[in-house]
């Protein structure tokens, strides 16, 4: 998905070159003799090729585009899609040897070079060949130092090598070139720090990989995994009380992912002989916003702890509502009723509320590609964008009901 959409901003931005005329003359001496552009019109198979194009009809973009290039005598930008088209297609050889050979044509302007070279390492990186791809791009920055499709190209294959330094070196290029790239570029250095700090932590470098922590949540307040990561840190270091500053400090930063801190800080608190202050972190959740059920089903669990079964079934009630396929909750319900004996009116009370309720899986969804998965995720693995998960909110199957009522 990604490779197209680079194909496709490749192909826009030669357009937009084309149509503005920079560095494209009308007529260009080719292999001693003039070719002109304007040729290109007067056949179908230019149009229709792009036509084709667009439709996503990749073989037959391929059959018009090899008859325009035959009639419009091997315009440059021609064959250069034609490679990348048989580079989607998987045959990476076939685009390799296409690009190659524009590379050696002798009158090449550097922005003509630095995108021939640009196709001829994304050709790489499909084929799998990191280090000549990777060669390939930091040549297009030679040329043209603020080229993003290059920068952006090196950052992956860093990151696919666990390189986090030198992905967070190119990143930062990258980030300096507008102001709309610095702040696309904060959420991810956020995450390539947090990745670095993670490696530091396993080479033993405990004060690194708490600095690189520290930077990540520095840099973009929302990198969660580096709040968990630094207060795990502390917690083994001996220092609980460090741990749960950090922990509370991701409560407040991103309420919405507290609940990937409530196992770590209940007990925190309860090692430290404070469990009330879970019950209060728990209802000042509750009271920011109501619809929160992870604090409803962690403050449940704690007042079962505490054999407070009664409570803790009107906590799980009033969750449900707001999750109601949330299995954890179903089965929370289940375990605090047969502590309570099956009593029959609150199994009635129970039941009554679930046929309200809305069932449906795979509630986190990538904004970027849509990808779902049942597991909130740092990175998607189908466009491999950074922290791009949200949760899909369900709607009580009473209140749509309602609204269907109201439509008629
Ligand atoms: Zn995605």
Known sequence: MRTELQLLAVLVALLVGLVAGKGWERYRLKDGRWVDRRRLRDTPHYMLGLSFLVDQQVDQAIDELTLAAGAGGQVLEIQMILGNLYRQKGQVSRAITIHQALLQRPSLAPLEHAYVLLCLGLDFRHGGFVDRASEAFR??????????????????????????????????????????????????????????????????????AIRSFEEA?????????AYLNLGDLHAREGRPADAIAVWERLVDASPDRA??????????????????????LCQRLIRQNPQDWRARLALSRHLSAQDQPRPA?????EALPHHPHGLAIHQEIWQVLSTLGLEPALVQRYRDLAREAVFYLDPHVCTRCRYRSTALLWQCPQCHDWNSFVEERTTPAKVMADLAREIE
Not at 162 to 177: C, D, G
Not at 265 to 273: K, N, V
Request: hydrophobic fraction near 40%; charged fraction near 30%; aromatic fraction near 8%.
């Open 139 to 208: 040549e297009v920055l030679r040329i043209d130092p603020r080229n993003r499709h290059a920068l952006l190209n090196l950052q992956k294959l860093h990151e696919e090598q666990h390189q986090w330094r030198e992905a967070v070196e190119i990143r930062s290029q990258l980030a300096s070139l507008d102001t709309r790239s610095h702040d696309d570029s904060q959420p991810i250095l956020g995450f390539l720090r947090n990745q670095i700090g993670l490696q530091r932590a396993a080479e033993g470098d405990v004060v690194g």
């Open 313 to 317: 079934y009107e906590v799980l009630l």
């Open 217 to 225: 949540i520095d840099v973009e307040a929302r990198t969660t995994p």
């Open 259 to 280: 609940y990937l801190a409530f196992e770590r800080l209940e007990q925190a608190f309860y090692s430290r002989g404070v469990p009330q202050r879970f019950v209060d």
